[in-house]
């Protein structure tokens, strides 16, 4: 049994829009799991209806075991950091961290310890008299959050809580979120549209759009074997490229390049005549042929370029497709000229253009996706 448990889950809110769909989900005591997905597809209503914050309308909601359906937030021992921080702007960073704890008649001495305890873990002990106003919005997250972390409750439920930041208090603030799930243990669900706050945040990635799950899988699972379009295209940064076109005689012409799917698919022959979308990721290609013995060439035109360090992503156009490629830096082509790249065959994925399910490639292989943890533990070893 998972600690939490969420079984057919829908939601459809009172003027008849159906914001969630079916949603299964089991997480357990400990884990770190993300919401990911675009603005509107369901996230937050989700994560409100696992707080107590919103009603669900069918389906079973379960914590150990325990219908929590008509619990209150309260009941259900969660604590929830919101995107807007919700301080109380007339207290002190002291009082507003120590605020649940003196509503429920805790102790001075016990709150005292707790208070120092939290902001020592999230770098308050020098602000503990401040009024918020009197912060920088990355503190002002922080004692948000102190003030979830110090109920000791059983769920963390946050809700976009970086998006008020800059681009440079994000990566600090979730490498501090990070830190606390890992000295706290806390079972966290946490809602972004980031993918990589996501990315780099979870145990496990739950995709969302329009109110379905589209996939549930760590991040190196949906990285490497997404099951169809959106979320190959969703996850990886660039996203990654799609070529569509019709499978004729085992081969799909894109533009001047005509690639021979069999070398991916040995059936593609059950495709003949059906429209297909051949993926690759902007980073799984080559410049040079005998870095990719067994590849695609594609001749292409290259339109912009943007060196941004280590690596460029060079803009091409081939015929009607346009795809990005990201390179070595010290590799940047000029703008205009022509090139052609390499797509390693083991790096394609094809999809069905009907359905969009994946349909070849290594999301269909049988063995399990490496876990990078486990390779991490073999290189101490
Ligand atoms: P965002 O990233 O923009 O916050 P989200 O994925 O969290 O998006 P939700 O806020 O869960 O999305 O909303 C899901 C859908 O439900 C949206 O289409 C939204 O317009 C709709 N919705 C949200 N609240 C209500 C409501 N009270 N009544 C009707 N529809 C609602």
Redesign the pocket.
Known sequence: MAYLELQGIN?I?????H??HHFNLEIEKGEFVV?V????????????MIAGL?DISSGEFRINGVRANEKSPREREVAMVF?SYALYPQMTVFDNIAFGLTLQGVDEDVIEQRVQKVAGILGLTDYLDRLPRALSGGQRQRVAIGRAIIRKVGVFLM??PLSNLDAKQRVTMRSEIAQIHKETGATTIY???DQTEAMTLADRIVV?KD?YIQQIGTPYELYYKPVNVFVAGFIGEPPMNFLRGKVADGCVDFGENKLDLRRVMPNIGEWEGKEIVLGYRPEAIKLREAEAPDAYRIDCQVELTEMLGDYTNVYVTAGESRAILKVDSHDTPPTDCALCYYIPTESVYLFDAETEKVIAGRSLEDEPAKDHSKAQSELKA
């Open positions: 939601k809110y009172p003027n008849g829009f914001a969630v919401f997905g675009p603005s509107g597809c369901g996230k937050s209503t989700t994560l409100r919103e995107q809700d976009e809602v972004t549209h969302m109110g």
